[in-house]
């Protein structure tokens, strides 16, 4: 995949792109990422590979979104989520492209994921013995089953079954949304509008 500059679209010299340019970047599945002190658009995938810095998540909060994205669809993870979810809640909240927009969370959103895995990594802990990020997908699997019905506990944090619904369908989006991965499924790609690129 070639890599394309990024800009700043906050420039004070206004010699950033403009809006329309990042959002068009973002239809590409291309988003800005900081990959050895060097900005380019880059899909999130890409931008894992090569070890991206991230802008609002932890290591150890990208770590936990990782495994419960995984917990989630598998592929997530090497699809990029933790990168995804990164760059999109570094964007203006009327340009993310995540779920959470969708479902009404008040913004900021990067408020709700911190405070969500803030709880899923502090149920674990207390159920499991161990942080989220390092039990095995057969220990995780009751606790996830367990946050849908909301029956989850220990649990301080956004509502339980709202944040499984956007951290799935985000990675559903990152994994199943693109003509490669309907063609991997053996499933006819009938957009009614094709996009101009995928993740």
Known sequence: MQIEPAFDAHRPDGTGPNRRT???????????????????????????TRGAALSILSANEAALLEAFGEALVPGARAAGIAHFVDANLARPHHDSLL??????????????????????????????GAPFAQVSAAAAKPLVAAMLPGTIAPWQGPPAALFYLAVRSDAADLVYGTRAAFARMQVPYMAHIDPPGDW
């Not at 008040?106 to 802990?125: E, V």
């Open 22 to 48: 990042l959002l068009k970047a973002a239809a590409l599945g291309l988003f800005a990422f900081n990959v050895a002190g060097v900005e380019a658009l880059i899909s999130p995938a890409e931008a894992r």
């Open 99 to 128: 779920t959470a927009r969708y479902l009404d969370v008040l913004p900021p959103h990067d408020a709700f994921y911190k405070a969500g895995l803030a709880a899923l990594d502090g149920a674990s802990r207390a159920v499991l």
